[in-house]
């Protein structure tokens, strides 16, 4: 079964980071862009960050940049996201996603999708 499975939420305080993995099965990574998203309650599903392929070219929203650093180790077959000086702002449950060769910010244009990892930023 082809797959991609996200860890590492959980609550962190404001200022704080936290890191999170994804990790594929049944396929291998290195052929895909793969891209974090995020849904805050009330609101609709929105691009995070992606990086693609062979190059590693990366690209972050605007909300995030600076703060968050997107990462892949290939013979983990496995992306992850550090995020850095979170804010409350930052709460949202984190999806990755997949998609053959190149990045893309559209939910629709996604290969493979996980089931997402709850991320709470408070005090």
């Known amino acids: 079964q082809l797959q991609v499975v996200e860890s590492g939420g959980g609550l962190a305080q404001p200022g704080g980071s936290l890191r999170l993995s994804c990790a594929a099965s049944g396929f291998t990574l290195d052929s895909y862009a793969v891209g974090w998203f995020r849904q805050a309650p009330g609101k609709e599903r929105e691009g995070v960050s992606c990086i693609s392929t062979s190059d590693g070219r990366v690209n972050y929203a605007g909300s995030v940049k600076g703060r968050f650093t997107i990462s892949r180790d290939n013979a983990k077959n496995t992306v992850y996201l550090q995020m850095t000086s979170m804010k409350p702002e930052d709460t949202a449950v984190y999806y990755c996603?997949?998609?053959?060769?190149?990045?893309?910010?559209?939910?629709?244009?996604?290969?493979?999708w996980g089931r997402g990892t709850l991320v709470t930023v408070s005090s």
């Open positions: 996603a997949a998609r053959y060769r190149h990045c893309s910010g559209l939910v629709g244009d996604m290969d493979y």
